[in-house]
């Protein structure tokens, strides 16, 4: 059974030790290096500041009680956009419907938060990213990514929501109740003026 935990900057060594365990084991798949989270980067408030993003919704999955993956929705620089970010799935745990769940969550905070577009960058390379994205209705833009380390670009893809997403999803827009709710010391889905540190 796949469970969700929403995480706040307290529970900054959960997400510590899963964001290490993925920029070791999928280094080629996020913007950010594993050395920038090391050494003099691994610090405690640092975690905190990336679970404090403002209006961002962070989450572990557990399955058969441990945490086995990670994804973000973060607001994006316009109000009806969002970035889906961070999303990983241990290895051990992959093809058992995790990568699934966690999209699906992020979706469903997006329309609470009346989100119009999902966004989010993929390196061209990973095929099993792409396929999930592409499962759950992402499609390609033309639009370029980030540049990477191997000098390609990120592909950046999107996912339009609609009233009839709302509907199945049984969500409405703007319900603060169901978890678009921000930290007390956040700005709930407001647009997110500064870049977000490192996917
Ligand atoms: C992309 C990712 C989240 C997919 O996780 P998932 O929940 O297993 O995804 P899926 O259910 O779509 O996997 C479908 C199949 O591909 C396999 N698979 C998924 N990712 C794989 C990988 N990186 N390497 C080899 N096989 C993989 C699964 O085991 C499953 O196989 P099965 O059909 O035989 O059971 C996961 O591979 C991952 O965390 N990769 C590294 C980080 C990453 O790429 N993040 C995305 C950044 S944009």
Redesign the pocket.
């Known amino acids: 059974m796949i469970e969700t935990r929403i995480l706040t900057a307290d529970d900054w060594r959960t997400w510590r030790e899963l964001r290490l365990a ?1 920029l070791t084991e ?1 280094p080629d ?2 913007g950010a290096r594993l050395a920038d989270w090391q050494g003099d980067g691994d610090r405690e408030e640092r975690w905190r500041a990336r679970l404090a993003i403002p209006g961002s919704h962070n989450i572990t999955a557990v399955l058969d009680g441990r945490p086995a993956g990670m994804v973000s929705g973060v607001p994006g620089p316009r109000g009806d956009t969002a970035e889906l970010i961070s ?3 241990g290895p051990e745990a ?2 058992r ?4 769940h966690l999209i699906q969550e992020v979706e469903r905070w997006a329309l609470r938060c009346g989100v119009g577009v999902l966004r ?1 960058a ?1 390196a061209p390379g ?1 095929t ?2 792409g ?2 994205y592409r499962r759950h209705g992402f499609a390609a833009t033309d639009e370029p990514g980030d540049e990477m380390a191997s000098g390609e670009r990120e592909i950046i893809m999107v996912k339009y929501l609609t009233a009839e997403d709302r509907t199945a999803r049984d969500v409405t827009a703007g319900d603060l109740s169901g978890g678009c709710a921000p930290p007390a010391d956040s700005a709930g889905c407001a647009p997110r003026a500064d870049p977000v540190p490192g996917g």
């Open positions: 993925a999928a798949a996020f999303l990983w799935v992959r093809g419907g995790v990568g699934d989010l993929v990973n099993h990213a396929a999930l």
